[in-house]
Every structure is written in structure tokens, then in C-alpha cells.
């Protein structure tokens, strides 16, 4: 089995860590945009999310675990 080398997609705020589309963060604002990202996850309910929490996310989206 090969492995897939899959670009991927969008850009991540280096501020919030949310995957975002286009030139700025739609959570904060912030136009300091990576392409450098690894990992991610999805949240549903930051209310009950103990990840969210800890990465102090306050809304539902797809955030990267690390940002470079």
C-alpha cells in the first residue's frame, strides 16, 4: 500500500488555529494565516467539549492541532 500525499485544504489562523477559507480568520479577524498545519479536529458542542476547553474554543468548526 502506497501512502497518499493529499494537499491540504485551507488555510489555518496562527491566532485561533480555525481552518479558514480565503485572507482572514472568520472567528477572530486575524489575517496571520498559515499553510504550515498538522492534525485537526472537529467540534461540535464547545460547551461539552473537554478539547475545546483546553484550546479555549468557544465555536463549532474545524480547528488544527498544530500550526507552524
Known amino acids: 500500500m502506497v501512502a497518499s500525499n ?3 485544504q485551507g ?6 488555529h480555525r481552518v479558514v477559507e480565503g485572507e482572514a480568520c472568520v472567528v477572530c479577524g486575524s489575517g496571520n494565516l498559515s499553510t504550515d498545519w498538522s ?30
Open 6 to 8: 493529499k494537499k491540504k
Open 11 to 16: 488555510n489555518v489562523c496562527r491566532e485561533c
Open 39 to 68: 492534525g485537526y479536529l472537529v467540534i461540535i458542542d464547545p460547551e461539552r467539549s473537554e478539547i475545546s476547553k483546553k484550546m479555549n474554543i468557544k465555536l463549532p468548526g474545524i480547528y488544527a492541532l498544530k500550526v507552524r
